[in-house]
Every structure is written in C-alpha cells, then in structure tokens.
C-alpha cells in the first residue's frame, strides 16, 4: 500500500508548507480597484458573502459589504455585519493585558502562578506573561487546538476550561522555542479575569469596544446571535452552512470576538494613531514589534514583518475567514472578513483576502500559484474508498484465486500483509498526520468536515479491503482446498 503512504506524506507536506501567516509578495497584473478583485475572485472561493473596511492616513476611506450573510438567505454583508473574527481576538486579549501592565496590576515577566493560583506548583508555574503573549510559552499548536472541556454557556466556562489544563506540561522548555498556540490565550483570558475581578466579556467591552466606539462588536458570549454573519464549511466542491451562529466562552480570548468590518478599521486607525488613549502609544508599539529573539516576527498579539514594515494578524473560525493588515508607518490598514471556510485546493479563501490586502495597501502579491497539487491530493483520498470498493468487488469475484493463495507462503503473505500495511497507512492517515498539523481529527472535522471523512474514509477503507480479503480466503466452499 505504498501509494497510502505517499498520499500522507503529500499531506504532511501540504499541512507543514502553510503556516498560520503567509507573506504578501508580488503580483503582475493584480486588479486595479478592490470592487475588480471581489469581482475576479470571489466566484472562485465559494464564499457566501465578504465585508472589507480600508484605512487610509488614520481614516476610514472605504468601506463595503457584499453578498449574504448565510447561503440561501437575502440578508446582504454590509461593513456593518459582525462576523466572528478569529485569531484577530487575540491582538484585543493582548491590549487587554497590556492595559492591565500600564496599571501596574501585572508584571510582563512576572510567573504566571503570580496571577493564576491554580498554577501554583504546576508545570507550566513559571511560564511568563510575555511567553504567553509571544507564544514562546511552549505549549504546542496541538495543545492549542485540543479541546478538554465542553462549554456550557455559564460565566465559568473560561475558568473551568484553564483549570482543565494546569496540570499539562508546555511541550517544548519556556522561552526556547515559538509556536502558535491557542492555550496560550486562553490562559492569558483567564489571566485577566483572575487580575480585573470580572469576566473577559465584561472587561473587553468596557475597555475595548466602548472606548474605541465599536457599536457593532461584542465578545462571544456562550449564546445564539442570529445577526452574525454564518459560517460556511466546505463541503466537497462547494459550502454549507454551520448550525446556529453560536458563540464560546471558553475560545473567546483566542478567538471569540465578533466585530464588523467597520468596527475593526476603527480599531487598527487606533493601534496607528501614536497616540495615549485606552494604552499608551509607546504601549502600542511594543505590541506591533518581534517580542525577543525567540519570536522574531510575532510581538504581542500581533505578526511583524519587520521587512515589508506590515502588521497583521489572520483569523480562522468554522466557515469564517479573516485578514487584519497594518502599515502603522503611513496609518494605513485594511481588514477583510469572509463567511466561508477554505477547502483543500477548491475554494479556498486565501487569494481572495490577500488580493484585497495588497490592492488596498498597494502591496505586491503574486497570487497563490497553481493549486492543482492540493486538489490531486484531496482527489486522491476522495477517490481511495471508491477503489477500495471497486477492489473488494473484484476480489468477489475472482474468490477462488484469492483462495488458493493459502497455498504457499507467498500467497499466505499477500494476503496477511495487507493487514499491517493497511493497518498503519490508516494510522498515519488518522491520527499521526492531524496531530504534525497541529489540529486532531475532532478539530479538523469541524473546519474543513470533507477532508476529515475522505482521512477517515481512505484510512477505515483501506482496513476493511484487507480483512475483506482474508474472510474471502478463509470461507466459502474451496476454504479447505
């Protein structure tokens, strides 16, 4: 079963070849207006609908929305529809922080046991606020995404979720090592819970939103909102919509604010504008420059890309998209949200959002290139159960060849040897590859559910053709020829 293992290490590759930020660099021809590039490119993404906010010289100079807001609906994207923003949350988790350090209530290389007394003792006790904030803390991009608890909508859902994880080790030593990490955040969530004696949503929205006059925007609250704009997974060549638009508590530091595309422009005017307002400007810029050796281009809540001189950060939630992109030197910024989730190869988001970047900020951009590799690939595990069927119908039918294979050693190996190969193809496929990208199964199926059942369906497939040959081999009428 080689070519089994040749498609996880196409996934492998795939998986390790995209990180959580991808630079923008050049492109020839890129459409002159970003009305040319929605135009040009949104067919192909599938999305729904997007809503876009552009900064220029510190002001808001455009702003849209178009499409719907859920798939068969007639409720239009506006630069006003909230959208879950993803990892763009945690950018609002460090400010909070920040504010929090300005205030004299927390120290940026205090311990976090300082804060947080269920550390105490625990092995991540002495992780500092700034490894947290920089994610040089050591916790995996697998812990991150790791779910251990389920959320119940109560006010505790944050602090019973980190409670949950004290008594795991960061995977890597403290301060040696950066990797993206969701724990990391909603640690930092709880943190300032525990410091501000009040729950994150609370604090965020009466330090944050209110300050900054983001009337649209509210943190994700463990309820329903029929006004966000839905999420849609992909789903085998197109998209289908999630269930209700509800909202997590415990994901809100890393991910769970929701805010509209004119809210956000208001907010990155106000990380630019050099000014002392809900933190200080020097406050500002120490959040939008590398953080230590260790984490050279990511400060405090926030990509740098010291070269290109861009700030930024991307976001990924089920069925949402999103691009935040400073140029704090010329007061320049954009951000774009989209109600769709990127495919493996069809789709995908990805030349849409950067497209509008680089248009809006007159930044180069090559476009993505040639995605025929990824679709092959998501082909290839598509098409594996089918041929998977197709061969145990042929095995069927030609039965008595199969049982004659019990005749000599040779024989007996074709058919046992299957089993084992089949057997690890269907753990590498499963559970191996999902945790090098950093996201187990669980979370995969949630983001992106056609490429976790053809995983699933390639690996149980492959299992069920072997043992279906040995049932084969060893019943029926010739089982003692």
Do not use: C
């Amino acid at each position: 079963m080689r070519h089994l293992f040749a498609v996880a290490a196409a996934v492998l590759g795939l998986a390790l070849a995209v990180g959580p930020a991808a630079a923008i660099a050049a492109p020839t021809g890129t459409p002159s207006s970003i009305d040319e590039v929605i135009a040009a490119e949104l067919p192909a993404s599938g999305a729904p609908g997007l809503a876009y906010a552009v900064v220029t010289d510190g002001q808001v100079t455009e702003e849209s929305g178009t499409g719907v807001t859920r798939k068969g609906s007639e409720t239009p994207v506006t630069e006003h529809t909230p959208f879950l923003i993803g990892s763009i949350s945690k950018s609002f988790t460090a400010l909070a922080v920040m504010q929090l350090v300005e205030a004299g209530d927390v120290d940026l290389d205090g311990a976090l046991a300082q804060y947080l007394d269920e550390f105490a003792g625990q092995p991540a006790a002495d992780v500092t606020v700034r490894e947290l904030l920089s994610h040089t803390s050591g916790f995996s991009t697998l812990q991150g995404n790791t779910r251990r608890s389920d959320p119940t909508g109560a006010e505790d859902d944050l602090a019973q979720a980190v409670a949950a994880l004290t008594s795991e080790a960061p995977a890597y030593e403290p301060g040696t090592r950066w990797e993206y990490s969701n724990t990391n955040y909603q640690i930092l969530g709880r943190l300032i819970e525990a410091v501000a004696d009040t729950t994150f949503q609370e604090y965020v929205d009466a330090q944050i939103l209110e300050p900054v006059g983001m009337a649209d925007s509210f943190v994700a609250d463990g309820e329903v909102h029929p006004e966000i704009a839905t999420g849609h997974t992909p789903w085998f060549w197109t998209k289908r919509s999630i269930g209700e638009n509800s909202t997590d508590r415990v994901t809100a530091p890393q991910g769970g604010i929701v805010a509209s595309a004119h809210d956000l422009a208001l907010y990155l005017a106000m990380m630019m504008n050099g000014e002392d307002d809900i933190l200080s400007a020097d406050g500002k810029a120490q959040m939008m420059r590398p953080a230590s050796p260790t984490s050279p281009y990511y400060g405090l809540g926030w990509y740098v890309d010291p070269g290109q001189g861009t700030v930024g950060h991307t976001g990924s939630t089920p069925g949402v998209e999103t691009q935040a992109t400073m140029i704090p030197a010329g007061d320049d910024a954009v951000v774009v949200l989209v109600n769709a989730g990127s495919g493996v190869g069809f789709g995908e988001t990805t030349q849409l959002r950067y497209a509008i970047t680089a248009t809006a900020l007159d930044l180069d951009y090559a476009g993505e290139g040639s995605r025929w590799a990824q679709k092959a690939l998501f082909l290839g595990l598509a098409l594996a159960p089918l041929i998977y069927l197709a061969s145990m119908a042929w095995a069927w039918f030609r039965r008595d060849a199969v049982r004659k294979k019990r005749s000599n050693v040779a024989g007996l190996f074709s058919l046992w040897f299957p089993l084992l190969t089949t057997a690890v193809a269907a753990w590498v496929v499963i559970r191996l590859i999902p945790d090098l990208m950093g996201a187990p199964l669980a979370t995969l199926r949630v983001f992106q559910p056609d490429m976790a059942l053809v995983m699933v369906a390639t690996g149980v497939g492959g299992i069920v053709w072997a043992a279906f040959r040995l049932v084969i081999a060893y019943t029926g009428r010739d089982a003692q020829t």
